[in-house]
């Protein structure tokens, strides 16, 4: 006997109804990012590995989960995508779109992680981007999108926190001073937050190991060495957002797991999951990351959503359950021939949802097929139904009784019963 194969580490095999909730959540994201005037782009999955290296070459992103492709001679070296930010700003530097260039996306990424509820190989986003403008109502629009979404979607557990890493001379001295307190504390830090700090202190930040808990909770904020000019533009995106009664925590140590941030950033955490996964969301501005990969100097912002995490929200707060996924009409057919094959191909055309049995199976087992898919109404065709060339109309889940209707006015009678009972 063959080997039996398994979904490999990390990822999961997706079946309805969860596939059939998850395409319906992508689609309610497509649909707002929309109305708000953002277009939908399609990056490819993978990229030049110098492209993700940008990101941070300081994150464990990019040290350690990169997914590579094997080297071929001549190329140069490629890496799944694990996310799609890079890629946004890479698409913006080749093709030079008219600013403000608003997109949103959705689509899976790659990451080498320990895999854990919550914690996947392959997993899926959605996201918005907005490149060509520093204005702090664009940071608020990206917000309010992201927020929105959430509430639309049924989730009330969710945070948002708020954070500047400031830009430019004001984030050089920060990042200075917080290497002079991290090295005055240097015993007292992991061996793996003394790594990250010889290459960038503000990392050190994000680290979650408990001993680095008390040295972190007393360093230097950002918040507090901001320069006049990245705290009049956090100003006003606070401004904005109490405007819009989006609330928010200010988490002066939000630094995020990508390097390329500048000014705002956020995240969005989930009170309904456990805490080491409990981010549903996050991402906040980065002005320097189009130019970093050859483009214009043009500012960006924006955020991606974990679906598979969303989803897992859901569940945890009981909502955004399963769409209806039930036929409209069933047809069961026991005689020889292509009435079933016509018939159900009809029906399909005009709108109608129809499936059919397929192997000749008995009448018996063919209703409780038609029982078993949910359809509101089953089309009998047997022969006597064929001999007078009409069809038997049995509702399943609708009200009224049996009756007999002509081949040839079915599809409309089907389209009135169906329509009533709306
Ligand atoms: P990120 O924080 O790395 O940001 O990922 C965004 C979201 O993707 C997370 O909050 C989480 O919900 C989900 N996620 C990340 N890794 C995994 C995983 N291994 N398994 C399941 N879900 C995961 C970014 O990716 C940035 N590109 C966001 C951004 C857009 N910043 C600016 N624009």
């Given at each position: 006997m063959a080997d039996t194969f398994q979904a490999p580490r990390g990822t999961r095999d997706i079946l309805a109804p969860e596939s059939e909730r998850w395409h319906v959540l992508v689609a309610r994201f497509a649909q707002a990012a929309r109305q708000a005037g953002y277009r939908p782009v399609i990056p490819p999955m993978?990229?030049?590995l110098a492209v993700f290296q940008r990101v941070g070459e300081s994150t464990e992103v990019v040290r350690k989960e990169m997914f590579l492709l094997a080297e071929r001679e001549g190329e140069s070296r490629q890496a799944l995508r694990p996310e799609q930010t890079a890629s946004v700003c890479r698409m913006f530097a080749q093709h030079?779109?008219?600013?403000?260039w608003k997109v949103f996306y959705s689509g899976s990424n790659f990451r080498y992680e320990r895999p854990q509820k919550g914690r996947y190989r392959q997993f899926d986003q959605v996201g918005a981007e907005v490149l060509?403008?520093?204005?702090?109502d664009v940071d608020v629009e990206i917000i309010a999108l992201a927020w929105r979404f959430y509430q639309q979607i049924g989730l009330r557990q969710v945070t948002l926190l708020l954070n500047s890493l400031g830009d430019g001379e004001g984030r050089a001295k920060y990042v200075a001073a917080l290497k002079a307190y991290f090295d005055a504390h240097l015993d007292a830090l992991s061996a793996q937050s003394r790594e990250t700090l010889a290459i960038?202190?503000?990392?050190?930040?994000?680290?979650?190991?408990p001993e680095d808990g008390e040295i972190i909770a007393a360093a230097p904020r950002m918040v507090e060495h901001l320069s006049p000019q990245d705290g009049a533009h956090f100003d006003r995106v606070r401004a904005g957002l109490d405007a819009l009664r989006i609330p928010y925590e200010l988490?002066?140590?939000?630094?995020?797991?990508?390097?390329?941030?500048?000014?705002t950033t956020f995240e969005f955490a989930s009170g309904a999951l456990d805490a080491a996964q409990n981010a549903v969301g996050g991402g906040g501005r980065y002005d320097g990351l189009v130019a970093d990969l050859g483009g214009p100097a043009v500012a960006g912002v924006g955020f991606a959503l974990g679906v598979d995490r969303i989803l897992l929200a859901c569940d945890a707060e009981e909502?955004?359950?399963?769409?209806?996924?039930?036929?409209d009409v069933f047809v069961v057919a026991?005689?020889?021939?292509?009435d079933a094959l016509e018939l159900t191909d009809e029906l399909r055309a005009a709108g109608i949802g129809a499936d059919r049995a397929f192997d000749a199976r008995s009448m018996k087992s063919q209703m409780k097929a038609a029982d078993r898919s949910g359809a509101r109404l089953a089309l009998i065709i047997g022969s006597q139904e064929q001999e007078s060339a009409s069809v038997a109309l049995r509702p399943l889940r609708l009200g009224g009784e049996q009756q007999l209707v002509p081949r040839a006015d079915v599809v409309a009678r089907v389209r009135a019963m169906l329509d009533a009972a709306r």
């Open positions: 993978f990229e030049e030079r779109p008219a600013t403000p060509g403008t520093d204005d702090p960038n202190p503000l990392r050190v930040l994000d680290s979650k190991r988490a002066p140590r939000l630094v995020r797991g990508l390097d390329y941030y500048t000014r909502t955004f359950g399963p769409p209806d996924s039930a036929v026991t005689v020889d021939g292509t």
